[in-house]
């Protein structure tokens, strides 16, 4: 049951929308109808760590799932301390989450001169499903909504909805690592059910894998190949290939805090643009209860482009709170 958690925890942290953004084509970005809306967006995505891992109570051998000691009995002289072993409470496949975040960034529009900073709210919800099929071998469907509202560029404000269906595969010899096969369906539109923006299907492949240090304390590391299949307009599509790392540790009970990177290469589907992206993040969790907790974080993306129009620097930095609940 605990590789089974950690696996559903994994498949969940890597395709979660955390924060999405979308601007209007500016004159160095305009080339390609839809192309500013799903880059910012897409970009937004990735630095505020949509991908890698997170630690739960179910993943570390915290307080809450240790073995208890056995109360004193005769013969504890002769045979030396006792432990038990307690009953894990059954997994619960459904899963609802709603979270609310402020965000700033110095870059809102990925420029690469006239940088212009903005701060703006991302709300959204989510529903998931998540069960074993058989043996090492589960399944995984989810479907997202989130909103993004400026406070100063409001007519930039947009809409987000992507499912995912996916399989994944806990590789039997070696611990920890597990295979993810995934489709996920893309729609950015206008304010409100506006007009559509940009669409996508993406067949997604994946390797990731935890190395547990101590109790709260892991590493983990794992390869991606996002490819676009339909994108509308097709401009805007691009396959992408990734590479990611991180460190996590829990600090206290309710304190956890992060760092990674990501190395990512671009392939736009007109074949006239290749991008290399770097992301570090750092973050930090408190939960206040078991369905409830806040975060801060923050992120600095570099992009190099064989379009030098499409090279910039992108900081964003926020703080916010999540609902999570599972039955």
Request: hydrophobic residues 40%.
């Amino acid at each position: 049951m605990q590789d089974f958690c950690l696996l559903m925890n994994l498949f969940f942290h890597n395709q979660r929308l955390l924060s999405c953004l979308f601007l209007s084509a500016l004159p160095a970005l305009g080339q390609t109808s839809g192309l500013p809306q799903a880059d910012v967006a897409r970009q937004q995505t990735v630095a505020q760590g949509a991908w890698g891992s997170l630690l739960n109570k179910e993943d570390d051998d915290s307080e809450a799932t240790a073995p208890a000691a056995a109360p004193k009995m005769a013969g504890d002289d002769e045979y030396g301390e006792q432990r038990i072993l307690l009953r894990r409470a059954s997994w619960a496949p459904w899963s609802f989450e709603a979270d609310v975040e402020a965000l700033w960034t110095d870059n809102v529009a990925l420029s690469r001169d006239h940088a212009e900073s903005d701060s703006y709210l991302r709300t959204g919800v989510r529903a998931g499903y998540s069960n074993r099929v058989v043996g090492n071998l589960f399944f995984n469907a989810g479907l997202d909504y989130h909103t993004v509202r400026h406070s100063e560029f409001t007519d930039l404000d947009f809409d987000l909805l992507r499912g995912d269906l996916g399989l994944m595969y806990m590789l039997p010899k070696l611990q920890d690592t597990f295979l993810v096969t995934r489709y996920s369906y893309y729609r950015l539109t206008e304010a409100g059910f506006g007009t559509p923006l940009y669409e996508d299907h993406i067949a997604s492949l994946g390797l990731q894998k935890v190395w547990k240090i101590s109790r709260g304390q892991q590493i983990f590391a794992g390869t991606y190949a996002d490819w676009s299949t339909a994108p509308e307009p097709w401009g805007a599509g691009r396959h992408e290939y990734s590479l990611f790392t991180g460190w996590k540790l829990r600090l206290t009970e309710a304190l956890t805090v992060q760092l990674s990177y990501r190395g990512a290469r671009y392939l736009y589907r007109t074949g006239e643009r290749q991008d290399w992206n770097h992301v570090m993040l750092a973050g930090a969790t408190y939960a206040f209860t078991d369905w409830l907790r806040a975060g801060v974080t923050s992120s600095y993306t570099v992009n190099r482009s064989s379009g030098a129009a499409f090279d910039y620097q992108n900081f964003i930095v926020g703080a916010g709170l999540t609902a999570h609940w599972e039955f």
